[in-house]
């Protein structure tokens, strides 16, 4: 089984900054590859939408929206990933959810490809 885990949301006021982390960890078997991950956001009455992603290869495309405010980068050695948040702003608040895709060794042998979610942590950007 594998999962993914997002941390690091929290209260912050307008202008400031916060970095959230998503790790995938895997159980009865081993992480072999993790390909594109991607951050998504949800805030209350809207829909889920898409922050940013980086590849394998360390490329990033962001939204419009965060250009110049948000970054993103991974350590594949943790096989982790960073959404690093600067001057936010209060309609950056929301559930931010990590999603990645990986490819795991099973402890049969068989390997198993899949798309997985975090939990989301919340993000307040608020006076």
């Known amino acids: 089984q594998v999962q993914v885990v997002e941390s690091g949301g929290g209260v912050v006021q307008p202008g400031g900054s916060l970095t959230l982390s998503c790790a995938a960890s895997a159980t009865f078997g081993s992480i072999i590859r993790i390909d594109d991950m991607g951050w998504y956001r949800q805030a209350p009455g809207k829909e889920r939408e898409l922050v940013g992603t980086?590849?394998?290869?360390?490329?990033?495309q962001n939204i419009h929206s965060v250009k110049g405010r948000f970054t993103i980068r991974r350590d594949n050695a943790k096989k982790t990933a960073y959404l690093q948040m600067n001057s936010l702003k209060p309609e950056d608040t929301g559930v931010y959810y990590c999603n990645a895709e990986i490819v795991m060794k099973r402890i049969d042998g068989e390997l198993e490809v899949g798309r997985y979610w975090g939990q989301g942590t919340q993000v307040i950007v608020s006076s």
């Open positions: 980086i590849g394998s290869d360390g490329n990033t």
